[in-house]
């Protein structure tokens, strides 16, 4: 937070729970400051212990992802992130987001053109920080009956939603290969049973199952949990870190000489703040001021090389000068995490209230309506250009005796850290052990992010794949268990291989009971599997309805319930599914599954309404959907659920 604090003290390791005033002292920013840390880092911690690291309000869920097959549509509601709360009071087109401002040359903003063109599809997630506002950027900040002094600034929720690309597995010629050999495995297969081989058939069929085992790994559909390589490097912070020293006195020419004093050497306490400025993996540089960026100004027009400015500063202290580096900044490059332009200022004129930048460097164009500002950095030398300050992992000298080093490691634009130095000690303020200083991680900006939804195209439509929001019930009114996630997608297609590999997994909000030696609640008899085909399964000439209910082993580990079916049994189908598709019906009884909660018995309230799903796997068909978490309110209640087993269409 680029504002005029004396520092902050904050640090989560103390446990400290509250700042106490005591009579007749004198007040600072800093303890101010840690208060309202302390309560947030509460208020966050809290959060997150009951919601979880993402969560949706069950009556106010709002973040849901809805397309018409063009557009894409932000519902209203509340979704928590990482215990920091996102408001959308009203539904949203994609492009008119508050705080994500569209235009064409942001590469995380694509166009509806580039969302059909992508083969693999789209991660819709949230990415939520914290900005720091002044009075520059909402003047309603500033008291007008003060004559225009400035008071304290905000700290602001952003919410953005996103889009990340995501690239189709190489694994079509993998598969291919496979597919082949497994085609060669089922001919050999088939003499060997002409030819009674028996003792070579056993042989065939481990390796028949083998390949059939990483087809069904390579085939497995796209989940809202599915590990992602982009997803991993898109969450992944900055492993750099700066360490801080003042630098030792140098030994004098003659015995005779006071040797010069070491440590903080400047006559004014300050803060300084190192920021990262760019970093494209081949370079990284970063700038520094000794006012944590805190002289700043408005820009009020730009003509040519000279700038507008509503002030010049406030004294020659805290104002622009002749020769300073500054950064044109706005809305735009501040909200889409991007450095502003840095440039030289050739001549301060007080009385016209203009800045003239050196004429080599010309001024990218901004956009007066989104607040441009012009921040100062401090610094100088030949070391200073318009790309900053190259880090180094030898010490870099910042000024008055402090120097700084960076370790290897990978920065991000806007990655800082703060220094407060003070003359009283002659020292800075960083932690150290053993007398030696510690190599730190920057301070922020902290991005967080969840996903929302995944996104694909078929031809010309933009379709929604799945909704990846986790909904929780209100704590007061959870009178019974609820089904929060399965691992299936209702009335979609599922193969033979991949229900054999994973099962069906149902997660509930609570744990049922199912003690291994004791009561079970969670059993054949209260969760069933039924298989259903239009046609008998030994009778092809018969058109009688077939159902049976499959056999499977049940295991409950906390709040998940694993169904694997006995492959013997279910493998026998094989040959049938490579014609048709059979009908797997779950079904979970609600009034004899609880779990116990003090003197409570909650039951399974596992009733869940449907709702439009994309397209079945593997076909043009479209699905229904399930609303998670289940529940209608009733004390109990049975959780349904279908899909199809079956080979997805090829093409």
């Given at each position: 937070?680029?504002?005029?604090?004396?520092?902050?003290?904050?640090?989560?390791?103390?446990?400290?729970?509250?700042?106490?005033?005591?009579?007749?002292?004198?007040?600072?920013?800093?303890?101010?400051?840690?208060?309202?840390?302390?309560?947030?880092?509460?208020?966050?911690?809290?959060?997150?212990?009951?919601?979880?690291?993402?969560?949706?309000?069950?009556?106010?869920?709002?973040?849901?992802?809805?397309?018409?097959?063009?557009?894409?549509?932000?519902?209203?509601?509340?979704?928590?992130?990482?215990?920091?709360?996102?408001?959308?009071?009203?539904?949203?087109?994609?492009?008119?987001?508050?705080?994500?401002?569209?235009?064409?040359?942001?590469?995380?903003?694509?166009?509806?053109?580039?969302?059909?063109?992508?083969?693999?599809?789209?991660?819709?997630?949230?990415?939520?920080?914290?900005?720091?506002?002044?009075?520059?950027?909402?003047?309603?900040?500033?008291?007008?009956?003060?004559?225009?002094?400035?008071?304290?600034?905000?700290?602001?929720?952003?919410?953005?939603?996103?889009?990340?690309?995501?690239?189709?597995?190489?694994?079509?010629?993998?598969?291919?290969?496979?597919?082949?050999?497994?085609?060669?495995?089922?001919?050999?297969?088939?003499?060997?049973?002409?030819?009674?081989?028996?003792?070579?058939?056993?042989?065939?069929?481990?390796?028949?199952?083998?390949?059939?085992?990483?087809?069904?790994?390579?085939?497995?559909?796209?989940?809202?949990?599915?590990?992602?390589?982009?997803?991993?490097?898109?969450?992944?912070?900055?492993?750099?870190?700066?360490?801080?020293?003042?630098?030792?006195?140098?030994?004098?020419?003659?015995?005779?000489?006071?040797?010069?004093?070491?440590?903080?050497q400047r006559l004014e306490n300050q803060l300084y703040r190192v920021e990262i400025h760019q970093s494209d993996g081949a370079k990284t540089t970063f700038k520094w001021?000794?006012?944590?960026?805190?002289?700043?100004?408005?820009?009020?027009?730009?003509?040519?090389?000279?700038?507008?400015?509503?002030?010049?500063?406030?004294?020659?202290?805290?104002?622009?000068?002749?020769?300073?580096?500054?950064?044109?900044?706005?809305?735009?490059?501040?909200?889409?995490?991007?450095?502003?332009?840095?440039?030289?200022?050739?001549?301060?004129?007080?009385?016209?209230?203009?800045?003239t930048i050196r004429s080599d460097m010309p001024i990218a164009a901004l956009d007066l309506s989104r607040h441009p500002q012009l921040r100062r950095w401090d610094q100088?030398?030949?070391?200073?250009?318009?790309?900053?300050?190259?880090?180094?992992?030898?010490?870099?000298?910042?000024?008055?005796?402090?120097?700084?080093?960076?370790?290897?490691?990978?920065?991000?634009?806007?990655?800082?850290?703060?220094?407060?130095?003070?003359?009283?000690?002659?020292?800075?303020?960083?932690?150290?052990?053993?007398?030696?200083?510690?190599?730190?991680?920057?301070?922020?900006?902290?991005?967080?992010?969840?996903?929302?939804?995944?996104?694909?195209?078929?031809?010309?439509?933009?379709?929604?794949?799945?909704?990846?929001?986790?909904?929780?019930?209100?704590?007061?009114?959870?009178?019974?268990?609820?089904?929060?996630?399965?691992?299936?997608?209702?009335?979609?297609?599922?193969?033979?291989?991949?229900?054999?590999?994973?099962?069906?997994?149902?997660?509930?909000?609570?744990?049922?009971?199912?003690?291994?030696?004791?009561?079970?609640?969670?059993?054949?008899?209260?969760?069933?599997?039924?298989?259903?085909?239009?046609?008998?399964?030994?009778?092809?000439?018969?058109?009688?309805?077939?159902?049976?209910?499959?056999?499977?082993?049940?295991?409950?580990?906390?709040?998940?319930?694993?169904?694997?079916?006995?492959?013997?049994?279910?493998?026998?189908?094989?040959?049938?599914?490579?014609?048709?598709?059979?009908?797997?019906?779950?079904?979970?009884?609600?009034?004899?599954?609880?779990?116990?909660?003090?003197?409570?018995?909650?039951?399974?309230?596992?009733?869940?309404?449907?709702?439009?799903?994309?397209?079945?796997?593997?076909?043009?068909?479209?699905?229904?959907?399930?609303?998670?978490?289940?529940?209608?309110?009733?004390?109990?209640?049975?959780?349904?659920?279908?899909?199809?087993?079956?080979?997805?269409?090829?093409?």
């Open positions: 937070m680029k504002g005029d604090f004396s520092r902050q003290t904050f640090d989560a390791q103390k446990h400290y729970s509250a700042v106490l005033m005591q009579q007749g002292r004198v007040q600072v920013d800093a303890d101010w400051n840690e208060q309202r840390s302390i309560d947030q880092h509460r208020i966050k911690t809290q959060t997150q212990d009951v919601i979880g690291t993402c969560g949706a309000p069950l009556n106010a869920a709002g973040f849901a992802i809805t397309t018409d097959g063009k557009t894409l549509t932000i519902t209203k509601g509340r979704y928590y992130v990482d215990g920091i709360l996102c408001e959308n009071e009203q539904d949203r087109n994609y492009r008119s987001q508050p705080d994500l401002p569209w235009t064409a040359d942001l590469a995380d903003l694509p166009t509806e053109e580039k969302l059909l063109s992508n083969p693999g599809g789209w991660v819709v997630y949230l990415d939520v920080w914290q900005r720091h506002l002044t009075a520059l950027d909402d003047p309603q900040l500033r008291e007008v009956a003060l004559g225009g002094a400035d008071t304290t600034t905000r700290s602001k929720t952003i919410w953005q939603v996103k889009l990340l690309p995501i690239a189709l597995p190489d694994s079509s010629r993998q598969l291919e290969t496979l597919r082949r050999r497994q085609a060669e495995l089922q001919v050999e297969l088939q003499k060997l049973k002409e030819n009674q081989r028996f003792d070579e058939i056993l042989e065939v069929q481990k390796k028949l199952a083998a390949i059939e085992q990483e087809i069904a790994a390579l085939s497995l559909p796209l989940t809202c949990s599915t590990p992602l390589p982009e997803w991993d490097k898109l969450t992944r912070r900055s492993s750099g870190k700066l360490n801080v020293f003042t630098h030792s006195p140098t030994a004098p020419e003659s015995p005779c000489l006071i040797p010069p004093s070491a440590g903080y001021s000794r006012d944590n960026g805190s002289v700043v100004t408005a820009i009020v027009a730009i003509s040519g090389q000279t700038i507008t400015v509503q002030d010049v500063g406030l004294d020659e202290v805290l104002g622009f000068a002749n020769g300073q580096w500054v950064e044109l900044i706005d809305d735009l490059k501040d909200l889409s995490g991007q450095s502003g332009q840095l440039v030289q200022i050739e001549q301060v004129d007080p009385a016209a209230q203009t800045i100088t030398g030949a070391t200073a250009t318009t790309a900053g300050v190259a880090i180094s992992t030898s010490r870099v000298a910042i000024e008055g005796g402090i120097e700084v080093e960076f370790s290897n490691g990978t920065y991000k634009p806007g990655d800082y850290w703060l220094i407060p130095a003070r003359t009283a000690t002659g020292t800075v303020e960083w932690p150290d052990q053993a007398n030696a200083p510690v190599p730190q991680p920057p301070l922020g900006i902290h991005h967080h992010y969840c996903r929302l939804a995944l996104l694909g195209s078929a031809r010309t439509r933009l379709i929604l794949r799945d909704d990846c929001r986790l909904i929780f019930p209100p704590l007061t009114g959870q009178n019974a268990m609820h089904v929060i996630r399965t691992n299936w997608n209702n009335d979609d297609l599922l193969t033979l291989e991949e229900l054999l590999k994973n099962g069906l997994e149902i997660t509930l909000d609570a744990a049922p009971v199912q003690q291994e030696a004791g009561l079970r609640t969670v059993t054949p008899a209260t969760l069933t599997v039924n298989l259903e085909s239009p046609l008998g399964f030994n009778s092809p000439n018969t058109t009688a309805d077939t159902s049976f209910i499959l056999d499977g082993n049940i295991s409950v580990t906390a709040n998940t319930i694993r169904w694997l079916p006995v492959s013997q049994e279910i493998s026998s189908l094989r040959e049938f599914l490579l014609k048709e598709r059979l009908l797997l019906r779950i079904r979970l009884r609600g009034n004899v599954i609880w779990s116990e909660r003090g003197r409570d018995r909650l039951y399974l309230d596992g009733q869940a309404l449907g709702q439009p799903g994309s397209n079945r796997r593997g076909t043009a068909e479209a699905r229904t959907d399930l609303i998670f978490p289940s529940g209608t309110g009733m004390r109990s209640s049975d959780f349904e659920s279908w899909l199809w087993l079956g080979n997805p269409q090829p093409g």
